[in-house]
C-alpha cells in the first residue's frame, strides 16, 4: 500500500470525526401536537441505549424550593418514569440536600416540599429517594484527578444508580451565570460537603450604605457567619460561599465578591464535579427551556421570564446540551418587563449577572465533559 493510500485513509477519518458531531433533538414549544407527547418521542430518539433490563434509574430533578413555580412540571417526569418503565427499568426521582436553610436541608424536609410541590407517587408514578441521606452526609468519594479536585462528593444514591436520566431546568444563576444540565449534576448531584466546596471562591460582602438592618441575612445563614451590630457583618472566615444571604437580602445590600479568578474558578469547580458525578455512568439528559427565570429554583421569589418559552432538548452528550440551550436563549428576544437591563443584549447572562458563562465550556472540554459542537435535530 502506497503513501497515497494512508494519505486517503487519514483525510476520511479526519473529515468524518469532524462531522460527528453529538446530536441534540430539539421539540419547539410551537407545536400543534402535545410536548409531552414530543418529550416521549425524543427520549426514544436520543438515549435507544441508555437503559439496561432491572436498572435502578434516577431520574435528577430540582423539585423547586418551597414559594417558587416555575420548575420542570411532574406531568413532564411522568412521561419519563412511563419510559424507563417501557424499557424494564426501574425509576426513582432524585436531588440531594442544599447547604443552605430552607424546605430542604434534610430529607424529610425535602421529600414533604417535593410533595407539596406536585412530585408525589399520585402524579409522576416513581418513588422519591433523597440521594445523600437524611442530613446530606451519605455520599461517596469519587476520584476525578482534575486540576481542583482530587475526589468529588457525590449523593450515595446517584452513585449506586445504574443508569440516570438528568431533567434541567434553564435559569440564570447569580454565582455561575446560568444553571442547567451541567449545575444539575454538580451541584445537584454532590453532598452538602462537596456543595461547599464548589462555592467556596464566592464569599460575600455587605454594603452598609445599603442595609437596612432587617436581621434577614442573619436568621438565614446556615453556618451564622453573620453578626448584626448596627449593620450585618460577614465573618469571612466563617463563611461557606452559599449565596443564601445574597439571595434573601431585600435591598440587594449584599454582593458576591470575586477574587482573583473566582468566577472561572467555580465554573471550572463544577466541571470537575459533573465529571465525577457522571464518570462511568450510562447519562442521558433533558433540558426545558420554558418559564426562563432570572434566577434558580432554589429561589423562593418570582420574576418574569427573560426570554419566551422555546422547548425542550435531549441529549447524551452533556456539554453539547447545554450549548445549545445557551445558543437558542441567547439568540431569542429578550423580555422588556424582564430584569434585563438591556433586552437586545448579546449575552442575557451577562447583562444579568455580570458573568462570562463560556469557561464552563472551555473547561468541559478540555476534561472531557463531552463536545461544544452539536448537530441540532429538530422532531416537530
Ligand atoms: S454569610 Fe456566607 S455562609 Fe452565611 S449565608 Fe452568606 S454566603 Fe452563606
Ligand atoms: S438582609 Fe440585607 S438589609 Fe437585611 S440585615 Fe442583612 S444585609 Fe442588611
Known sequence: MGANFWLQKYLNNYFLLDTMKPKVYFASVRTEESLITHLGKMFDLAFPNLLKKDDLTAIKIHFGEFGSHAFIRPVFVRQIVEKIKENNSKPFI??????????????????????????????????????????????????????????????????????????????????????????????????????????????????????????????????????????????????????????????????????????????????????????????GYINFLMNITPACDCWPVSNAYFVHDIGILASSDLLAIDKASIDLVQKSAGNPNSKLKNPKTNDKFKDLWGIDVMQHFSYGKKIGLGSMDYELVNVN
Not at 454565582?175 to 448531584?189: L, P, Q
Not at 453578626?227 to 472566615?237: G, P, S
Not at 479568578?261 to 462511568?280: H, I, L, R, V
Open 94 to 283: 432524585s436531588d440531594t440536600n442544599t447547604l443552605y436553610k430552607g424546605h430542604r436541608q434534610n430529607s424529610v424536609d425535602h421529600l414533604n416540599n417535593a410533595i407539596a410541590n406536585g412530585f408525589g407517587y399520585a402524579c409522576t408514578q416513581a418513588p422519591l429517594i433523597i440521594a445523600d441521606g437524611l442530613w446530606g452526609r451519605d455520599y461517596k468519594n469519587v476520584k476525578v484527578d482534575l486540576k481542583h479536585f482530587k475526589e468529588v462528593k457525590i449523593g450515595n444514591a446517584f452513585v449506586q444508580a445504574d443508569s440516570m436520566v438528568v431533567m434541567s431546568h434553564m435559569t440564570g444563576h447569580l454565582a455561575s451565570g446560568f444553571g442547567c444540565a451541567i449545575k444539575n449534576v454538580a451541584m445537584g448531584c454532590s453532598s452538602r460537603a462537596g456543595k461547599q466546596q464548589q462555592h467556596d471562591s464566592s464569599k460575600p460582602k455587605v454594603n452598609p450604605k445599603q442595609c437596612i438592618s432587617c436581621g434577614k441575612c442573619v436568621a438565614n445563614c446556615p453556618v451564622d457567619a453573620i453578626a448584626m451590630n448596627e449593620k450585618a457583618l460577614i465573618d469571612q472566615n466563617k463563611c461557606i460561599g452559599c449565596a443564601e444571604c445574597v439571595t434573601v437580602c431585600p435591598t440587594q445590600a449584599i454582593a458576591i465578591m470575586w477574587g482573583g479568578m473566582g468566577k472561572k474558578e467555580m465554573q471550572e469547580m463544577m466541571c470537575e464535579y459533573a465529571y465525577g458525578a457522571t464518570k462511568g455512568k450510562r447519562v
